[in-house]
């Protein structure tokens, strides 16, 4: 198959296991990972690929699931070269850069994208599903997206071209985000930093940030993040309908939905991906017989199933 892929700059690896990029160390090979050296790499490679190739572009893996069978096609994950920070009155970040990095970096400039903080993962899976906390979303501050198109042409999306609604986008098929472009409002670095050190206090307070997790498992039934404001209602997050279901802490081999916050799934050591989906099926199943709700997944799972 290697004759069939056009010569690159950046890293090409065949047969590449993937686990080890991933939050939950789980998951199959990509035939190919692809890790381009800057962006032109990126277009040539996508221009000169056979359209018939698909293509899954892959953060750090903060919020998917990979399948034990792996993944087919080429794998691209944006590393050196699509991480720098720009903060000019507005803030632009490379796919790559964590959103935490983003979030310190723009307060060191008096710019407030603290919402971004305690966000795993990167910009371009941020952009890509919406992300929020503290009442804060993507589409609150995005502009727009520099993507490589799936032809290999570079295209700036406006942010209202992505249709950014809660936790998903439409980015166009086999589009691979570049960078993104933020507005934020001014504030004093010092008060955003204090803003920041509070909100990771209160997350490693209710979340078990030390565990194998990719951040929250389902997504809240009503569509709505948790906004820590003193009227939320809890009644019909993800995490509550999955304790009256009695899964807190519920186990199916290596996975585990954390004791600690029930919407985080875990693995506690040795779990497969078929454990972890299974044992979020089994959740879904049971809240929906418990409630008559249906969990929507908010992690990502990709690639096949092992026979």
């Given at each position: 198959m290697?004759?069939k892929?056009?010569p690159?700059?950046g890293i090409?690896n065949?047969?590449?296991?993937?686990?080890?990029l991933?939050?939950l160390?789980?998951?199959?090979?990509a035939?190919?990972?692809?890790?381009?050296a800057?962006e032109?790499?990126l277009c040539?490679?996508?221009?000169?690929?056979?359209?018939?190739?698909?293509?899954?572009?892959?953060?750090?893996?903060?919020n998917?699931?990979?399948r034990?069978?792996?993944?087919?096609?080429?794998?691209?994950?944006?590393?050196?070269?699509f991480?720098?920070?720009t903060?000019d009155?507005t803030?632009?970040a490379g796919?790559?850069?964590?959103?935490?990095?983003?979030?310190?970096?723009?307060?060191?400039?008096?710019?407030d994208?603290?919402?971004?903080?305690?966000?795993?993962?990167?910009i371009?899976?941020?952009?890509?599903?919406?992300?929020?906390?503290?009442?804060?979303?993507?589409a609150d501050h995005?502009?727009?997206a520099r993507?490589?198109a799936?032809?290999g042409?570079?295209?700036?999306?406006?942010?209202?071209?992505?249709?950014l609604?809660y936790?998903?986008s439409?980015l166009p098929?086999?589009?691979?985000?570049?960078s993104?472009?933020f507005?934020?409002?001014?504030g004093?670095?010092?008060?955003l930093?204090a803003?920041?050190?509070?909100?990771?206090a209160?997350?490693?307070?209710?979340?078990?940030?030390?565990d194998?997790?990719?951040?929250?498992?389902f997504?809240?039934?009503?569509?709505?993040?948790?906004?820590?404001?003193?009227?939320?209602?809890?009644?019909?997050?993800?995490?509550?309908v999955i304790d009256d279901?009695?899964?807190?802490?519920?186990?199916?081999?290596?996975?585990?939905?954390?004791?600690?916050?029930?919407?985080?799934?875990?693995?506690?050591?040795g779990a497969?991906?078929?454990?972890?989906?299974?044992?979020?099926?089994?959740?879904?199943?049971?809240?929906f017989?418990?409630?008559?709700?249906?969990l929507?997944w908010?992690?990502?799972?990709?690639?096949?199933?092992n026979a």
């Amino acid at each position: 198959m290697r004759d069939k892929l056009p010569p690159v700059r950046g890293i090409l690896n065949p047969h590449r296991p993937l686990a080890d990029l991933t939050w939950l160390r789980v998951g199959g090979p990509a035939d190919w990972l692809f890790q381009p050296a800057d962006e032109a790499d990126l277009c040539d490679f996508l221009a000169a690929l056979d359209p018939a190739i698909p293509v899954f572009p892959m953060g750090v893996g903060s919020n998917l699931i990979v399948r034990d069978g792996g993944l087919r096609g080429v794998v691209i994950r944006l590393g050196r070269g699509f991480n720098t920070i720009t903060c000019d009155g507005t803030v632009t970040a490379g796919a790559a850069a964590l959103d935490a990095h983003v979030a310190r970096k723009a307060a060191e400039a008096g710019l407030d994208l603290t919402f971004l903080r305690t966000i795993p993962g990167s910009i371009g899976g941020a952009v890509r599903m919406n992300a929020g906390c503290y009442g804060s979303y993507v589409a609150d501050h995005l502009i727009s997206a520099r993507c490589v198109a799936r032809s290999g042409e570079i295209v700036e999306l406006p942010a209202a071209v992505l249709h950014l609604a809660y936790r998903q986008s439409q980015l166009p098929e086999g589009c691979v985000i570049v960078s993104a472009t933020f507005r934020a409002d001014p504030g004093d670095p010092a008060t955003l930093e204090a803003r920041m050190t509070d909100q990771i206090a209160k997350r490693d307070a209710s979340q078990p940030t030390k565990d194998r997790s990719a951040g929250s498992t389902f997504r809240n039934p009503i569509g709505h993040s948790s906004t820590g404001r003193a009227d939320d209602s809890q009644e019909l997050k993800a995490w509550k309908v999955i304790d009256d279901a009695g899964m807190r802490g519920f186990t199916l081999g290596g996975a585990q939905m954390s004791p600690m916050h029930s919407n985080f799934l875990i693995n506690t050591g040795g779990a497969s991906a078929a454990d972890l989906e299974d044992l979020g099926e089994e959740v879904r199943k049971r809240v929906f017989q418990q409630s008559g709700i249906t969990l929507e997944w908010e992690i990502m799972r990709v690639g096949q199933r092992n026979a």
